[in-house]
Structure formats: structure tokens, C-alpha cells
């Protein structure tokens, strides 16, 4: 099985940065896609960035400009910096990753694999 890990929340002031990371870890063969979801209290969780195994990413429009996001290949990690925060940033945030595990010698199979959340909180 492949299992996320995350870190890099906290608490932080309006107009602050963060730096969020997620590291993947099990019988990976390839990671075709990762990326970072928010969910607010009483909101549905939303896309805000993806990147492909070959570098293309893609921003929601509330952060174009203020997030990026970047993944090391050989360590199977995904990032998110986030600056200039607002109030409206404040949430759960979550990495996904999308690839293949090798599950025997001979047998792949897909997989999408989620983090436990990280808490990022923008208030003064």
C-alpha cells in the first residue's frame, strides 16, 4: 500500500507564507500525478494544485499567483508554497498522489492515495 505523509501547517498571519510537504512512501513503480485539496468547515473540498509526472501544473484561480507547487521525483514528494495567505486560505489541506504500485513481481495495479490533512489557519 502507499502512504502519505504530511507536514508544514500552523498558524500564521495574513500576508505570511507556508511551505507544505508530502512525502509518499510503499511499492511505488510511478507517480503519475500529485496534488493539494483544501476543505473548509462547511465547504466541500476543492482543488487547488496539481503536477504531473511530466512538470505541467495547474492552479485553482484563488491562488494563481500566490501558490506553487513543485514535486521531487526521487523522493517522491510533493510541495506546496503558499504566500501572501489570506483568512480565506484557512483549512484542511490534503495531498493526493496517483500512480502504480507493484504489487508481485509481475502484477501492477493503480492507485490514488490520500494524506491525513495538515491544518493551515491565517488569522492575526
Known amino acids: 500500500q502507499v502512504q502519505l505523509v504530511e507536514s508544514g501547517g500552523g498558524l500564521v498571519q495574513p500576508g505570511g507564507s507556508l511551505r507544505l510537504s508530502c512525502a509518499a512512501s510503499?511499492?511505488?513503480?510511478?507517480?503519475?500525478?500529485m496534488g493539494w485539496y483544501r476543505q473548509a468547515p462547511g465547504k466541500e473540498r476543492e482543488l487547488v494544485a496539481t503536477?504531473?509526472?511530466?512538470?505541467?501544473?495547474k492552479y485553482a484561480d484563488s491562488v494563481k499567483g500566490r501558490f506553487t507547487i513543485s514535486r521531487d521525483g526521487a523522493k517522491n514528494t510533493v510541495y506546496l508554497q503558499m504566500n501572501s495567505l489570506k483568512s480565506e486560505d484557512t483549512a484542511s489541506y490534503f495531498c493526493?498522489?496517483?500512480?502504480?504500485?507493484?504489487?508481485?513481481?509481475?502484477?501492477?495495479?493503480?492507485?490514488?492515495?490520500w494524506g491525513q490533512g495538515t491544518q493551515v489557519t491565517v488569522a492575526s
Open positions: 493526493n498522489v496517483e500512480g502504480k504500485v507493484q504489487i508481485y513481481y509481475y502484477t501492477m495495479a493503480d492507485f490514488s492515495a
Open positions: 510503499g511499492s511505488i513503480f510511478s507517480i503519475n500525478a
Open positions: 503536477c504531473t509526472g511530466g512538470g505541467s501544473t
